[in-house]
């Protein structure tokens, strides 16, 4: 049936025409399609302000000491956040030995967790001086290798964009860390008195393991501390997260 000349004509799906008719003129799909992308632009751009907001609130946390107003706060959250600001103190006049202090202890916390719900060993037959080993490492190794990468990763790529946290993952996970587990997990097996074809073999037996887990965890949690955290907050965020993390390593480190 023939149409008049301002009758839009759609073809079916099925058929072969990249065009239809609205009054008496050919426009081209790719214009609708257009239309239909720009159409999103708009909630692109909630998204993108959503994140902002985010953002700002999240180092807002960091940054400032949250107070209550009207009635008191419940005793056990105002003795968390005393804590907290107690740490923020403690953190802007001795950033470095806090940071490091704070890996230690985190650590510490790990392995306790790897020995009691994951070893299931209980408190008579805790290895306490495997603890203090894994407290010793946090202090010594993890704590300064770490902080010290984030600071070194921060002025070679020194901006907070969305790019640039981008590029500090994939420069934590495809360098540092292959690096880091090499010589941490030996670390750890010349601390136990592994002698060096003992160590190397466990190397070779547990490091792939350990790095693929490690690609499971890290990459969103890196991509997410480089892009919300201010730089002095990132290692006391990732020894949090990484209380589980621990807990895997120290149970890794220390399987025979």
Excluded at 99 to 127: K, P
Aim: charged content about 15%.
């Amino acid at each position: 049936m023939a149409g008049g000349p301002h009758t839009r004509v759609r073809h079916s799906p099925a058929g072969k025409g990249v065009a239809h008719r609205v009054g008496g003129r050919v426009r081209p799909l790719s214009t609708g399609i257009h239309r239909w992308v720009r159409s999103f632009l708009p909630g692109l751009q909630n998204l993108k302000d959503a994140g902002r907001k985010g953002r700002g609130l999240w180092r807002k946390f960091l940054g400032q000491p949250i107070t209550w107003e009207g009635a008191s706060a419940p005793s056990s959250r105002s003795g968390s956040m005393a804590l907290w600001r107690a740490y923020q103190r403690a953190l802007a006049a001795h950033p470095w030995k806090v940071q490091v202090l704070t890996a230690g202890s985190l650590m510490g916390l790990g392995d306790i967790i790897s020995q009691q719900l994951v070893e299931r060993r209980g408190l008579q037959e805790h290895q306490r001086g495997r603890t203090l080993t894994m407290m010793f490492l946090g202090c010594g190794f993890v704590g300064p290798v770490v902080g010290g990468w984030y600071k070194v990763l921060d002025r070679f790529i020194p901006g907070t964009t969305k790019v640039d946290a981008l590029k500090k993952m994939m420069l934590d996970q495809g360098g540092f860390a292959p690096c880091f587990l090499g010589c941490f997990l030996p670390l750890v097996g010349a601390l136990n008195g592994l002698s060096a074809k003992d160590n190397w073999a466990k190397l070779q037996r547990d490091y792939p393991d350990a790095l693929i887990t490690n690609y499971y965890l890290w990459p969103a949690v890196q991509l997410a501390n480089f892009y919300l955290v201010p730089l002095h907050y990132r290692l006391a965020v990732v020894q949090c997260v990484a209380v589980i993390w621990n807990s895997y390593l120290s149970w890794k480190a220390h399987r025979l």
